[in-house]
Each structure stands twice: as C-alpha cells, then as structure tokens.
C-alpha cells in the first residue's frame, strides 16, 4: 500500500517540477527578448536590487552560473564575496565633484535671477571660471 502512495506522490511531483522548468524557460526567454530591446547592453543594478538578486542566489547556494544573464558571473561572484566581507555596495555611476561654494552661487543666481535657466546660470559660472554642466545645475535645484 505504501509503495502506491510513494509512486502517486512521486508522479505528482514530477508533474509540478516539469510545469516549473517549463515556466523558467519561459521566463529566460522572456529575458532575452526584452534585453534585445534595450538600446545600451550595460544595466546597472542599483544596491536594492543587487541586494534581492543575492537573496536568491543564496536559496541556489550561489550555484548560478547558467541562469544569471544581466551580470557577468563573475561580477555575480564579487558581489557575493562583498557580502560575505561586509561590504556594502557603493553608490553608482561617478562621484560628484561639485563643492559647497559653487553649490550655494548656483542656489543664489537662481533665486536672484528667476528668468535665468540653466544654461545662463552655466555661461554666468564660465566667467567665474567654474566649469559646472547644464544637467549638474539642474539637479542642483531640483535638489
């Protein structure tokens, strides 16, 4: 009697494990589809991200080598040897360079001067001899 149990449950499973390999292709091909799209082939992952990939990478064991595709593998391994080690992830893209003086003239040509836009704030800092960008300045007073 046990012996018909063991075969059902066993037939059920493997049921449930070709319905689930089924859907991890689909998803894998999925994936590609949608990164041809992308104009540029570099993805950056912000630190949240990389932070969930690694949660399931190590219900995997970190055994992820044919199934990561947004990273280069060994990129997947830095992170997880970082982790271990406590360190946490920096901040993306280059670091802002723009001291504290040049931030608070750009806050004040811009309240002194409402009409001014970014690009007339960029010409004014020019003759200040401050070479600061249009998007730089516009972050800045979104800020």
Known sequence: ????????????????????????????????????????????????????????????????????GIVQFRTYQRWVKEQELG????????????????RQAIIRMAKENPGWGYLRIVGELLKLRCKVGKTSVRRILRE
């Open 1 to 68: 009697m046990s012996q018909w149990i063991y075969t059902l449950v066993h037939l059920l499973l493997e049921l449930f494990f070709v319905r689930r390999d089924a859907q991890v292709r689909f998803l894998k091909e999925e994936n590609r589809i949608l990164r041809s799209r992308i104009s540029s082939q570099r993805l950056i992952l912000d630190p949240e991200e990389r932070t969930r990939l690694l949660t399931i990478g190590a219900e995997l064991k970190h055994q992820v080598k044919g199934l990561v």
């Open 87 to 102: 360190i946490k992830p920096g901040r993306v893209g280059r670091p802002r360079k723009i001291g504290k003086d040049v």
